[in-house]
């Protein structure tokens, strides 16, 4: 396994974002160590993680936490890409880690597939410069931070909502409520003076309960219909 934090390249570059963590699979060790100096002429201050086998990506990957993953499509021993997104899939504290696809294959096939699978994006090793790295890798990390905002700005706009419902449901069933009370110190004065309540008194009550069990029932539903996944 190879581990290096790698020194700056080209001082006066359009520099990434310091801290940067990355991991790469690659069962070749010429394309590991060419990946790797390419991402030294891109920025320091990053760290980088350098595995051959499957296994010894899982166990980089389960063991530490990475803004990025650059994964070789065709990994030996029956082994390809498929299997690595799987394991960044399996942790679950580590599944919305971004991966970007290396391939030397020029299959169309392969690079739809893993796209569908998860992969944010891919380079082609016969087309692959510092300027395509760079690129890919700038664009992956913008796409992850975008989807965290976007999940951000929609679980505000959810508990908006939902504030906005539990004040509504609030008020109504308050109002409700005072109702009853107030047609039950009705009932209370009409017993006290050996009376009998008119029947509008009791039609009454029972229609604010009516109405606070259904302001109840419309609200668990909301409260399941957000706790809901969407399709």
Known sequence: MLQTALPIKDPTADLLAEGLRILILDDSDFDLRRVSRMI?????????????????????????SY???????????????????????????????????????????????AV???????????????????????????????????????MDMVNQVMDDVALLYSSNTKKHLSKIYQ?????????????????????AIESSCFAVWRFLDEAEHHALNFRRKPN
């Open 40 to 64: 030294s002429e891109i920025r320091s201050d990053v760290e980088i993680t350098g595995t051959k086998t499957l296994d010894e990506f899982a166990t980089a990957f389960k063991s530490g």
């Open 67 to 113: 803004d990025l993953c650059l994964i070789d499509h065709s990994l030996g021993n029956g082994k390809t890409s498929t299997d690595a997104i799987q394991v960044i899939k399996s942790r679950s504290f580590g599944a919305d880690t971004p991966a970007v696809l290396v391939t030397g294959m020029s299959d169309d096939a392969v690079i739809i597939e």
């Open 116 to 154: 569908q699978l998860g992969f944010v994006s891919y380079l082609k090793k016969t087309s692959m410069t510092v300027g395509a790295l760079k690129t890919v890798i700038t664009e992956a990390l913008d796409e992850v931070a975008l989807t965290a905002t976007s999940k951000a700005d929609r």
């Open 183 to 203: 047609n039950a110190n009705f009932l209370r004065q009409c017993i006290a003076q050996r009376q009998l309540p008119s029947p509008e008194a009791i039609d």
